[in-house]
């Protein structure tokens, strides 16, 4: 079982940053893959960024290249998610979530765990 909790969403302005961060439980993280989702209002989730268990494999949405950057660190249990150069078009809410998998998949249906959520609006 792993349990997570994302931090660092907010208000901020277009071409502002954020750094987002979800911390997860248990002893076995680095043995999950991960990614970082998003949900805006009156539109279906879809995904944003994922790793590997070892960090050297990512994944982005063609949305957010060039812009966002993945990161875990195993040994605190922490997968990041930097935000530059953001677009009211990023707003929405932000998920981290889990899968019992070595590799990143795109499939949300693969993940297994997910946080509550943290919330990021970008004004123009």
């Known amino acids: 079982q792993v349990h997570m909790v994302e931090s660092g969403g907010g208000l901020v302005q277009a071409g502002g940053s954020l750094r987002l961060s979800c911390a997860a439980s248990?002893?076995?993280?680095?043995?999950?893959?991960m990614g970082w989702f998003r949900q805006a209002p009156g539109k279906e989730r879809e995904i944003v960024a994922a790793?590997?268990?070892?960090?050297?494999?990512?994944y982005y949405a063609d949305s957010v290249k060039g812009r966002f950057t993945i990161s875990r660190d195993n040994a605190k249990n922490t997968v990041s998610l930097q935000m530059n150069s953001l677009k009211p078009e990023d707003t929405a809410v932000y998920y981290c979530?889990?899968?019992?998998?070595?590799?990143?998949?795109?499939?949300?249906?693969?993940?297994?765990?997910w946080g509550q959520g943290t919330q990021v609006t970008v004004s123009s």
């Open positions: 979530a889990a899968t019992i998998s070595l590799g990143w998949t795109t499939v949300q249906a693969r993940y297994d765990y």
């Open positions: 248990g002893r076995t993280f680095s043995s999950y893959a």
């Open positions: 790793i590997n268990w070892r960090g050297d494999s990512t």
